[in-house]
């Protein structure tokens, strides 16, 4: 099956940049939508954002909106969130997630078929 792994994740403050990859081992990468999750201290799993498999369309939860964005390099089989100017509220544990068909569209998308284990940002202020 398809397999995602997080990286990039840490200790940052208030205002700062943070750019997570995913890397995903599936050949068939450009046909893939890809996402990414955040899970905060105490509170339920939440879309943050997504990207078509034609990289077409691109969709981010209301409170990143602005502040991230998701791209790939088809290339190197790679899921990337830049993340700006991060908010003590942006701390949680952040998940790459993907599926063959169909786009992730917010608030609650479903039909997720892979997960990534997860990758802990903490914003201190």
């Known amino acids: 099956q398809v397999q995602l792994v997080e990286s990039g994740g840490g200790l940052v403050q208030a205002g700062d940049s943070l750019k997570l990859s995913c890397a995903v081992s599936?050949?068939?990468?450009?046909?893939?939508?890809v996402a990414w999750f955040r899970q905060a201290p105490g509170k339920e799993r939440e879309f943050v954002a997504s990207?078509?498999?034609?990289?077409?369309?691109?969709y981010y939860t209301d409170s990143v909106k602005g502040r991230f964005t998701i791209s790939r390099d088809g290339a190197k089989n790679t899921v990337y969130l830049q993340m700006n100017r991060l908010k003590p509220e942006d701390t949680a544990v952040y998940y790459c997630?993907?599926?063959?068909?169909?786009?992730?569209?917010?608030?609650?998308?479903?039909?997720?078929?892979?997960w990534g284990k997860g990758t802990l940002i903490t914003v201190s202020s």
């Open positions: 990207l078509s498999r034609s990289d077409s369309k691109t």
């Open positions: 599936e050949g068939f990468f450009s046909m893939l939508t």
């Open positions: 997630a993907a599926k063959f068909l169909g786009d992730l569209v917010p608030p609650n998308p479903g039909g997720v078929k892979y």
